[in-house]
T-cell receptor, first 111, second 115 residues
Framework: GQNIDQPTEMTATEGAIVQINCTYQTSGFNGLFWYQQHAGEAPTFLSYNVLDGLEEKGRFSSFLSRSKGYSYLLLKELQMKDSASYLCAVDSGAGSYQLTFGKGTKLSVIP | DTGVSQNPRHKITKRGQNVTFRCDPISEHNRLYWYRQTLGQGPEFLTYFQNEAQLEKSRLLSDRFSAERPKGSFSTLEIQRTEQGDSAMYLC?????????????FGPGTRLTVT
């Protein structure tokens, strides 16, 4: 089966750095995605990792270790608008590129 | 291009009624997905189209659910004899590998409430 774990909630201070972890156990692996989802809105794509290492995109970075089944999303210089749920999703290589999502981490940014 | 669109945005129906949702993907995207999301959960995969062919269906998709993509453009998802457990947000996403990346772009969703 497929299992993706991430913390349910996190709180961080405006201007700080926060790391959201994700561990996965899937039947196959063809890439890991991070999505941001504001309440009542659709998920929006943040990052994609298929090889080990760090991918940086502005204030957001994502890391992958395939041998450990582990990824994290790093958010720097937090802003109030970063308050949202962050979804970790794995393409398990089933051929359809369907994504298996974790339950999401609700991040609250406080002043 | 305005992205993925879905209609209606909200639907309230009585148990036992049939409902149909529509998804218009990004025009050049050949892959289309349907997901279902309930409160506090991540989206769950329902079904996948490549062009007009429905290539995969989740075991979550009971025989009350049917999806079509008749001309490889827009798609419809129909739920027959709705049940209260069908209440959820139904998300459509599309993607293409044309540019070497294949992230899925999601529509705003249709929120279904079954009373």
């Amino acid at each position: 089966g497929q299992n993706i774990d991430q913390p349910t909630e996190m709180t961080a201070t405006e201007g700080a750095i926060v790391q959201i972890n994700c561990t996965y156990q899937t039947s196959g692996f063809n890439g890991l995605f991070w999505y941001q989802q504001h309440a009542g809105e659709a998920p929006t794509f943040l990052s994609y990792n298929v090889l080990d290492g760090l991918e940086e995109k502005g204030r957001f970075s994502s890391f992958l270790s395939r041998s450990k089944g582990y990824s994290y999303l790093l958010l720097k210089e937090l802003q109030m608008k970063d308050s949202a749920s962050y979804l970790c999703a794995v393409d398990s290589g089933a051929g359809s590129y369907q994504l298996t999502f974790g339950k999401g981490t609700k991040l609250s940014v406080i002043p | 291009d305005t992205g993925v669109s879905q209609n209606p945005r909200h639907k309230i129906t009585k148990r036992g009624q049939n409902v149909t949702f529509r998804c218009d993907p990004i025009s050049e995207h050949n892959r289309l997905y349907w997901y279902r999301q309930t409160l506090g959960q991540g989206p769950e995969f329902l079904t996948y189209f490549q062009n007009e062919a429905q290539l995969e269906k989740s075991r979550l998709l009971s025989d009350r659910f049917s999806a079509e993509r008749p001309k490889g453009s827009f798609s419809t998802l129909e739920i027959q004899r709705t049940e209260q457990g069908d209440s959820a947000m139904y998300l459509c996403a599309s993607s293409s590998r044309a540019d070497g990346a294949y992230e899925q772009y999601f529509g705003p969703g249709t929120r279904l409430t079954v009373t």
